[in-house]
């Protein structure tokens, strides 16, 4: 199982970015996916989920209506679009596969930073 991040940066405060995570090794389109993320100095904070077929995402409340989760389960690939960010988005986000006692698999991470 392998997971790949990209698309993180630095961008001002109402900036905008997109991450991706490209997957192999596994069937991708059975699994649940998430994102993860860990701000300096804090623990893990679950980010948003998407069901197997795309069909269903979950956010946490604290980047509901910014953020947007979506996949391809043609190309393996799952994208989280980052709107509106705000410097307490700045964070290590990690492409996590779920399953259904947890995470089981990790990205080695992509750092956002959000800073003026």
């Known amino acids: 199982v392998q997971l790949v991040e990209s698309g993180g940066g630095l961008v001002q405060p109402g900036g905008s970015l997109r991450l991706s995570c490209a997957a192999s090794?596994?069937?991708?389109?059975?699994?649940?996916m998430s994102w993860v993320r860990q701000a300096p100095g804090k623990g893990l904070e679950w980010v948003s989920s998407?069901?197997?077929?795309?069909?269903?995402?979950y956010y946490a409340d604290s980047v509901k209506g910014r953020f947007t989760i979506s996949r391809d389960n043609a190309r393996t690939t799952m994208t989280l679009h980052l709107n509106s960010l705000k410097p307490e988005d700045t964070a290590l986000y990690y492409c996590?596969?779920?399953?259904?006692?947890?995470?089981?698999?990790w990205g080695q991470g992509t750092q956002v930073t959000v800073s003026s």
């Open positions: 996590v596969r779920e399953i259904f006692w947890g995470f089981d698999y």
């Open positions: 998407i069901k197997t077929d795309g069909g269903t995402m």
């Open positions: 090794g596994f069937t991708f389109s059975h699994y649940y």
